[in-house]
């Protein structure tokens, strides 16, 4: 009895609770979203998978065994897992010059970063990692996104246009496409042209409805009705049918060593990506978001799609959108997709054989003007100048350096702002507001009054080890900036969160420092737990806790 209710408690922290609530509406909901969000998809991963250098079918592998898999461990009903444009780009980037041009080896390393991600992520949720989602802040990705938009842009607009892209680099492939453009097919042109306008009409006029997908038939059609090969328009050719028997890729341990750390940075992108998908949802439905549920969904996830000779995958923020939108209850939703999924790659892949090259290009370039986000990176710059730095300087790493490279240079600053803020924490003199109790900033409020012979400072940090001395300095300095004699300092601690065994000490040599010159010094609006610890650390009188400023100077 005691090992069936371990069992049982063992599979409940595995399983999502979710599973407890399917009916037989939520499941007729979810088969209706599911048949939706599969007509979504399947242009998509077409794309996506051409984006990493695989043929057309892998994207639908990976889509079909990770969305076998992800639904029996995700936490979020809505967040759908699907292969995405900047996990594409980045393992394409990544194995090419690993792969020597070898369109088999190139598959087989894909699959194995996309093994290691699924490992990563089976770690990271063993040890309680979900925590790694929110060291890549949402400015981050901001300028990830918009940098990752104009690479794609660079490396899609000659398979539009009709002629071979070259280049290393962002950069390297815009100087290229400048010196060929008088190459271009004006057949490819058109037809590019043509379903690039009609997917962004579409997108703008029915963005839950499968435009892609129409798109795509009509390109389908074309291609098979019209004579497009001597008129220079390549086409997507033969696309195998079937499904690729589950198993471990073909490389050698020295693959398995220059692969792991793709897919540690797969990982860690396809962490961002999803949680920023489900965080969404969460805060909208009011729900906690469970950052190493989706982790240990998403280790699931990759390890099937790497054992499917697939490509690694993520939450998908379009598709869990297009799912949301279609009215889906559960995960399910997912699941039925992937069967409708299997449908196609078992029965219909030989329609794609006569679909145009530069209509994947022109679905490639629509899906990526959602990612150019102008007004968020004008509204992040005005918000704070530091805020748009970060996500310029992730946006230039993407271009220059490469998308992971860009991610870790955006949250390397990130970083190190925040440890500035906090190594020099903002020490500010304060006024009373007049007419009211109110004490504010004077650099703010330059009509607050000063009390004559006291200066009110408020220290806006924890008064730590690293950045006592700097407040004890900060101090001295607007202490000796006041132009009247002063004979009491209050400091407002009520944004005062922590103080360590150094912190209270700097206040204790503060306090001596200011009774040598006949100055009180008072620390007033302390919580009980840093009141303890100064009177820990030998602080006693001039402590007034929970006592405002305007409570201690009367």
Known sequence: MADAAARAEDAAMVLPGWLRSVTGATLRADLVAGLMLAAYMVPAALADAAIAGLPPQAGLHACIFAGAVFWLFSGSSRTVVTVTTGLSLLLGQAVAEMSGGDPARHAALIAAATLWAGVFGALGWALGAGVLARFVSETVMLGFKCGLALHLAAAQLPKLLGFAGHGEDFFARVVHLVLHVGETNLASLLIGSVALAGLLVGKALA????????????????????????????????????????????????????????????????????????????????????????????????????????????????????????????????????????????????????????????????????????????RAWRFRHSEGLVALAALGGVLAAGLLQGVLIGATLSVVLMLRSALRPAVAELGRVPGTDIFADLAHRPDAERRPGVLVLRCRSAVLYMNAEHVMDATQALLAARPDPVHRVVFDMTAVTAIDLPGAEMFLELRRALAERGIALVLAGLRDTEAATLAQAGYDGGLEPHRRVVEVLV
């Open 207 to 378: 963005p839950t409805r499968p435009v892609a997908l129409i798109v795509v038939v009509a390109g389908i059609v074309a291609g098979a009705l019209l004579d497009l090969a001597p008129h220079g328009v390549s086409l997507v050719g033969t696309v195998p049918r079937g499904l690729p028997m589950p198993g471990l890729p073909d490389v050698s341990r020295a693959d398995l060593r220059d692969t792991l750390p793709v897919g540690l940075a797969c990982f860690l992108l396809a962490i961002v990506e999803t949680s920023a998908v489900a965080r969404m949802f969460a805060r909208r439905e009011g729900q906690r978001y469970d950052a190493g549920r989706d982790m240990l969904a998403l280790a699931a996830a990759n390890l099937a799609a790497g054992l499917g000779r697939g490509l690694a995958v993520s939450g998908g923020s379009s598709q869990s959108v297009v799912n949301d939108e279609a009215g889906a209850r559960t995960p399910l939703s997912g699941l039925f997709a992937a069967g409708v999924l299997l449908v196609v790659a078992v029965s219909l892949t030989g329609l794609l054989a006569t679909l145009p090259q530069p209509v994947l290009a022109a679905m490639v370039l629509a899906a990526v003007t959602g990612l150019i986000d102008i007004k968020g990176l004008v």
